[in-house]
């Protein structure tokens, strides 16, 4: 019988796995395998639903020679919002690539890709970000921006913090969350205040137009764009990618078509052959910030062996346990 | 939390769901929806292993208005027979559609995509074979040509059967397990036998040539092909759905790529104008077999709104249950 896990459970069991020794470094080995092309994933499932509306996608995909296979099945029900419920739902499938049996069910609600997109900002910025971190920006205060914050902590030594958000009600609610963990933080409605003060910033909103303009960012400036993941979405004028000395991405064939490096693509400021992948970046030093003055932009859309690796890690983890 | 339910409790409701009253009318309703195109059905998810060898296919899909959608997971992974255990698994997942949740997992190891499919046959036989069967033929004597046996009597009153299959000794078997349920059997290795004995004839073989050629077939006979869902594979002679004078499929849009459809229309000999679907069959008497004498062909290869109405009958009776 396959294991059916909750998110209590999946929270727990979290607790036990070192970020630094068992999270981050799976998340980097997934990138590698699939920029060296050993990950099989086939085109996004989709369904639409029109009353209500929702809708639902289905991710899944493998590593060649690995032991799992995983399918991620995540739904948004956007009226569930006005009865002050999450509209988002998901859950991950942990199948054995030996047999095809089922190992386990993962009902994380979404929080697993939470984690997964927040490891994969903390293996840009372990490479890419400068060793010295004078400020850190966060575009973004909800979930997402607390855990980017969270995970960057592990790749880099850092106090001062300014978040953006949409309005002082949500900063403060983030200022209050956070502060406690030990950072200093400063509120901003504004992002120019951000790209002025901070040597790594990281932008998670769902904005459909850019919150940075290229002239407002200084050299020695590293982005993390995790937000925009569908070819709506944007938080970076396109300029900035023509500015910066890397523009490196989770997926070159996913970025043409989604996320900032599409934005940029379309305008044609920056060539296809000026993309590198975060997995060839990972095991080759040269494409890895080489100065201090450096501009870097990570592109993050997120990619299904993210999922897979993280699935593998609580699988692990709840076996051991048992 | 969502129901997790094994085989064993699958089986354990199932024996509370009358077929008649409940399983049978459900996957009609689901046939009838579908011809009205109040089904959605996205394209098939698909991934393919190689060492060891094994394919996963996700299928899923909702009828719109109703209260769920379903995702199902089979696999096949071959190298397991080896070792004597089952190659295929699966499982269907049933979720809301008002707000996307996941309502119950049914780890049904292809359990139910064989009820469902011996349910489709039992309707295809209802409208169209003739009212008093002489004698039915099954080809194969594998699970299906077991559970289309017994579907067919909750449609049919019969008696006699002649089963083909590829060796005596699965022949044995199968007149083992299925004399005691009041069916007098005999066994061939030689199609011709049944098609001129039996007025109701179903094929459900994974067959890649023809085990029934046109110039065998009676007047007065109905064939059921349920074994061929791939464009490879084929039970009957093409010149079959020529000879008939009704031939009906459970999907016009997917029997023009495989099943015996297929290959009729591939060799010209009969026009995509000529399919009726089984969905308008139920609904138009002018649709179903007017006399005695008539050939009629049922071709199913399987549609995902099967698998909506079984799951929906699982969990309709768990939750009575509970």
Sequence with gaps: ??????IQQIKEVLKNIDPVEVIIPLIEEGFVAY????????????????????DVHI?????????????????????????GRATGHGLMLLFSQKNGELVCILQDEAYLTNIRTAAAGAT???????????????????????????????????KDVIVWGINSQELEAYKRDMAPLGFSIQTTLYGEEIASNCSVIITCT???????????????????AVGADTPEKQELDAAILKKANRVVVDSISQCQLRGETFHALQQGLVKKGDLVELGAVITNK?????????????????????????????????????
Tied chains: 1, 2.
């Design 124 to 158: 840009a910025a372990k490479y890419l970000a400068p060793q010295k971190v004078r400020r850190v920006g966060i575009f973004g205060a909800g979930i997402q921006g607390r855990m980017q914050l969270g995970y960057l902590r592990f790749v880099r030594e850092f």
């Design 206 to 224: 769902p904005s459909k137009k850019p919150l940075l303009q290229a002239d407002q960012i200084r050299r020695g400036t590293h982005i993390t």
């Design 286 to 322: 040269n494409l890895q910030r080489a100065a201090d003055d450096e501009i870097t932009v990570c592109d993050l859309t997120g990619v299904a062996v993210q999922d897979i690796q993280i699935s593998k890690a609580i699988w692990q983890a709840l076996r051991e346990k048992v």
């Design 1 to 6: 019988m396959a294991a059916v896990v909750n």
């Design 35 to 54: 920029s060296q092309g050993r990950v099989v994933v086939p085109p996004v499932g989709e369904m639409i639903f029109e009353d209500p509306p929702g």
């Design 59 to 83: 991710k899944y995909g493998y590593i060649k020679g690995d032991d799992y296979y995983v399918i991620k099945i995540a739904s948004g029900f956007y009226e569930k919002a006005r009865i």
